[in-house]
C-alpha cells in the first residue's frame, strides 16, 4: 500500500545559460538589502563568476560582504566565521557560489543569523529544533550534492570530527540559478563524485522495505539511468553541455524528496556510514560513498530482495536468469563495475584510507550516538552491523 507523504519544493529554478545574469534582480526580489557571498578558494573568481554576481548586487544597490575559502565537507569554523560577519555588517540575505559545500555554509550561517544568541551547532547535534533561517539564494557551479532545492545541510566539526546534518524546510533555498557551463572547469574526478552522490540521493530512497509508489519508482529508475549514460559521456568528453545539463538537473530532482514520495521511508545508511569516513579521513563525498555501497547492499540486499532484483533488472540491465539472491548480487556488481568505469573507488583501500579496528567501533558508535540504535529501512541496522560492514569494505 503506497504511503502517505507530503511533497515541499519551494524553490525557484532558473536554468541554463547566463542565468547567473539574473542574480542582482533575484536577490532584490526576496528582499535583499545586504548579502554575504559564500562561495569556494579559487573557481568563482578565476572564472569572473564573482565579479559578474558583485556588480548584479550593486546594480540593484544590494551591499555585500564575503566569505571565500569554503572547502569540500564544509567546516563549523567557517560558518561561525559568517556568523560573525553577518552581525557586523547587517545581512539580511545568504547568497552561496559553488556546490554542495558554499550551499550548505549558507544555510548553516543563516541559521545562525535567524538565532543569533544561540550556538547553531545544537541543530546539527539536534539538541534543537531551528526557528528560522535567514533567505539563500544559490548559483550552482558543482553538480552533486542537490542542496541547491533541498532541506538537507551537512557541516564538520572539525574539533570532535562529527559531520552531522541539519533538515528544515526553513533552509530550502529560495532561487537557485544553474547554467552547466561553469561546471566544465571540474576535474574528471570531481565530476564524477558528483554523478555518485547523485545516484546515491536516489538510491537513498529507492532500497527500501514496504510501501512503494510505481511511478516514483519510474522516476527514480529514469534518473538513475540518465546520471550514468551522462556520467560515461563527461568521463571522455568533459565540455558537453548536454550531457552536464542532464547531471545538472538530475541532481536537483534527486534530493528534494521526490524519488521518495509514497515510499516506507528513506534509507540514507551509507551516507551516515561516509559522513563519519568524511569526518575522520576528510575524504571526497561521492566517492566515500561509492567505497562503502557494495558493503552495505550485500548486508542488506536479502532483507530487501525485491527491491535489489527490480534494480537489477530496471537500472543495470541485468539478464542473468537464477535466483533471487544471485540476480541482485549481480545487480550489486554491476553498480561496482560502473563505479570503476568512471573512475570511481569501491573499497576503503581503493579510497585510500584504512581505519583501524578502533577507529571503525568509533565511527560505528557515533552514528549510533546520533541516530539511534536502529536505523536504515532497507534493513535495520544496529552498531555491530555497521562494524561488519565497515570490515567490509576494506
Not at 554523478?195 to 530512497?205: F, G, K, L, S, V
Not at 573507488?345 to 584510507?353: A, K, Q, R, T, Y
Request: aromatic fraction near 8%; include cysteine; proline fraction near 3%.
Amino acid at each position: 500500500m503506497i504511503n502517505n507523504f507530503e511533497f515541499y519544493c519551494p524553490t525557484r529554478i532558473v536554468f541554463g545559460r547566463d542565468s547567473e545574469k539574473q542574480i542582482g534582480k533575484l536577490a532584490k526580489e526576496y528582499g535583499a538589502t545586504q548579502a554575504l557571498i559564500v562561495y569556494g578558494k579559487k573557481s568563482a573568481a578565476h572564472s569572473g563568476l564573482l565579479d559578474l554576481v558583485k556588480a548584479s548586487l550593486e546594480a540593484e544597490d544590494i551591499g555585500y560582504a564575503e566569505l571565500g575559502g569554503i572547502v569540500p565537507n564544509p567546516h563549523l569554523e567557517k560558518v561561525y566565521e559568517g556568523i560573525r560577519i553577518g552581525k557586523a555588517t547587517g545581512v539580511d540575505f545568504l547568497l552561496a557560489i559553488g556546490g554542495g559545500s558554499a550551499i550548505d555554509t549558507a544555510k548553516a550561517i543563516g541559521y545562525g543569523l535567524a538565532e543569533p544568541d544561540r550556538d547553531v551547532w545544537e541543530l546539527f547535534r539536534h539538541t534543537r529544533k531551528p526557528a528560522g533561517c535567514l533567505p539563500v539564494g544559490c548559483i550552482v557551479t558543482i553538480a552533486a550534492a542537490g542542496s541547491e532545492t533541498s532541506k538537507s545541510c551537512v557541516i564538520t566539526n572539525k574539533k570532535t570530527g562529527e559531520k552531522r546534518s541539519c533538515n528544515s524546510a526553513f533552509a530550502c533555498p529560495k532561487f537557485t540559478l544553474m547554467n552547466p557551463d561553469y561546471t566544465k572547469s571540474l576535474p574528471d574526478y570531481q565530476t564524477e563524485s558528483g554523478c555518485t552522490d547523485i545516484m546515491m540521493h536516489t538510491m537513498e530512497r529507492y532500497f527500501t522495505s514496504g510501501a512503494k509508489m510505481e511511478l516514483t519508482d519510474a522516476i527514480a529508475e529514469g534518473l538513475l539511468k540518465t546520471v550514468m549514460k551522462n556520467a560515461l559521456i563527461l568521463h571522455e568528453a568533459p565540455d558537453n553541455y548536454e550531457a552536464r545539463a542532464e547531471i545538472m538537473w538530475a541532481g536537483s530532482l534527486s534530493h528534494n524528496g521526490l524519488t521518495g514520495c509514497g515510499n516506507s521511508g528513506d534509507d540514507f545508511v551509507s551516507h551516515k556510514l561516509e559522513h563519519e569516513l568524511g569526518g575522520m579521513f576528510d575524504v571526497t563525498h561521492g566517492a566515500g560513498l561509492s567505497a562503502i555501497w557494495g558493503s552495505w547492499a550485500r548486508y542488506v540486499c536479502k532483507s530487501c530482495l525485491p527491491r535489489f532484483v527490480r534494480y537489477a533488472r530496471n537500472v543495470m540491465n541485468v539478464t542473468v536468469e537464477g535466483s533471487d539472491e544471485e540476480i541482485a548480487l549481480a545487480g550489486i556488481e554491476a553498480t561496482e563495475d560502473f563505479f570503476h568505469s568512471i573512475g570511481m573507488p569501491v573499497s576503503l583501500s581503493e579510497l585510500g584510507i584504512s581505519p583501524t579496528d578502533e577507529e571503525i567501533e568509533k565511527m560505528a558508535a557515533s552514528i549510533t550516538g546520533a541516530y539511534g540504535e536502529q536505523i536504515g529501512s532497507a534493513r535495520k541496522l544496529g552498531r555491530e552491523d555497521m562494524i561488519a560492514i565497515y570490515h567490509a569494505a576494506k
